[in-house]
């Protein structure tokens, strides 16, 4: 099934403060907070008629005035210090969330069933911050209606206020108070993880273009030119994933790798292909510390690291590219501390597509949200605001029969993308 139009309509927008004012309280930003500023997290929960039956907007929008007073980082806006180059933090005020109502006139399972990328642009409000950073949300829900009952929850998530995990604990805890089962109160104080570090990983400086510099962007915080680029999400059931795993074995090695280490080593040797090697013997991977977030602010937890390969990539084997992934990262955070060190308190850079990302989001319980005691029927996460090479991100999927698959979102310039398409569903049946 295709869109032929634009079945989205009736948007309608308010806001929701917190409970209770939070003052003059300033949550100071990170240097890795800052080195994500241009990204957004974009994510899409869809329910079933069962799961949002006698629902109105008010019962969505009611517990959120108490969530937005213990996430009083969510609800405030950007500012810029007297001093300090007008480094950016975060006014704690009672500004709130945008909230977004809308109604398709299609059903949930006809919205599933469309196979056009970038297909769920729609049911996000896709705001960036700025130019007007004081008046920004950092946050927009969007609640869309579908025709015979469903409904769609999306989050327009500023990167620069916490990563994945953040956001799908936010949401969680959303959830759990429509039930309500209202979480301990938040630290007082706004906290910041320290540095993370991977123990699997190595710790070195490394040449490859893992983070990019760009011309200043002012309060305009959006990656210039990013608008070539296209999403598309593939469906790796369980049964696929054990197919793929069983052909790419090596009974010499006898090496099981994980399901995160598969689907981006097929990825990788793919697009090896279709690039023809170009630019592609390095790519970048972002892991998140996801710990207990529980009871915490939004933080960039991000763990970036770095896989070179020593040999022509374009002539290995998927194998031995997801042994270079499990094996050979080179964890390079230092460098975003070394941007700040070069270019001052509020560098514009590329994180996500400096090099080909990948982002592991395998550990995010994104099935545990619950509206009624249902599950979402599907969901879905992807990353705004991408540089020219791309970011893949690889999600657990739905419960299905022998186990669970995974979802992976495809965020890559147009061409590249549809000849993707072609390579994965004709070498291996993924579509």
């Known amino acids: 099934m295709v869109l032929s139009s634009n079945p989205v309509s009736g948007l309608k927008l308010s806001s929701v403060v917190p409970a209770k004012a939070t003052g003059n309280k300033d949550h100071q930003l990170s240097n890795m907070d800052l080195a994500l500023k241009l990204h957004y997290i974009k994510a899409v929960y869809f329910f079933d008629a069962k799961a949002v039956q006698g ?3 008010y019962d969505l929008k009611e517990p959120m005035f108490k969530l937005l007073e213990l996430y009083y980082t969510a609800s405030g806006r950007i500012r810029r210090s007297d001093d300090d180059g007008g480094r950016p933090f975060i006014k704690c005020n009672d500004s709130g969330v945008r909230i977004v109502e809308a109604f398709c006139d299609m059903t949930v399972d006809e919205w599933l069933a469309v196979k056009e990328d970038s297909r769920d642009d ?3 409000y896709n705001q960036v911050l700025g130019p007007d950073l004081a008046f920004s949300p950092l946050v927009y829900v969007q609640f869309t209606y579908f025709k015979s009952g469903g409904m769609s929850l999306g989050l327009n998530w500023a990167h620069v206020l916490g990563d994945p995990f953040s956001a799908t604990t936010f949401l969680k805890m959303w959830a759990q108070m429509i039930s309500s089962h209202v979480p301990l109160s938040l630290p007082s104080i706004s906290l910041h993880v320290p540095n993370p570090t991977n123990n699997n990983c190595k710790s070195s400086a490394n ?4 983070v990019r510099t760009l011309d200043p ?3 305009d915080w959006r990656i210039p030119g990013d608008c070539r680029i296209e999403s598309h999400t593939f469906h ?3 049964k696929q994933l054990n197919l793929i795993k069983s052909k790419i074995h090596n009974p010499i090695t006898a090496v099981d790798f994980s399901d995160f280490e598969v689907v981006t080593a097929l990825i990788w040797k793919s697009l090896l292909k279709i690039r023809d090697d170009s630019g592609l013997r390095a790519v970048t991977i972002c892991n998140y510390n996801s710990g207990d977030r529980e009871n915490k602010i939004p933080t960039n937890a991000v763990i970036i690291s770095t896989v070179e390969a020593d040999f022509i990539p374009r002539k290995s084997e998927v194998s031995e590219l997801a042994a270079l992934i499990a094996d050979k990262r080179t964890e390079v955070n230092s460098l975003v501390e070394d941007m700040f060190e070069k270019h001052g308190s509020d560098p514009n850079v590329v994180v996500y597509g400096s090099n080909l990302t990948f982002v592991n989001m395998e550990g995010a319980d994104v099935y545990g949200l619950k509206l009624r005691g249902e599950k979402p ?8 605001g991408v540089g020219d090479e791309g970011v893949v991100l690889v999600l657990r999927g739905p419960e299905e029969d022998g186990g669970c698959g995974r979802t992976v979102t495809a965020v890559l310039p147009k061409k590249q993308l549809s000849e993707l398409k072609i390579e994965l569903e004709d070498g291996w049946g993924l579509v």
């Open 55 to 57: 629902l109105c907007i």
């Open 377 to 384: 029927v599907f969901v879905n996460y992807a990353i705004g």
């Open 236 to 238: 790796v059931t369980a």
């Open 217 to 219: 962007v002012g309060d």
């Open 207 to 210: 040449s490859s273009p893992v």
């Open 122 to 124: 729609c049911l996000l």
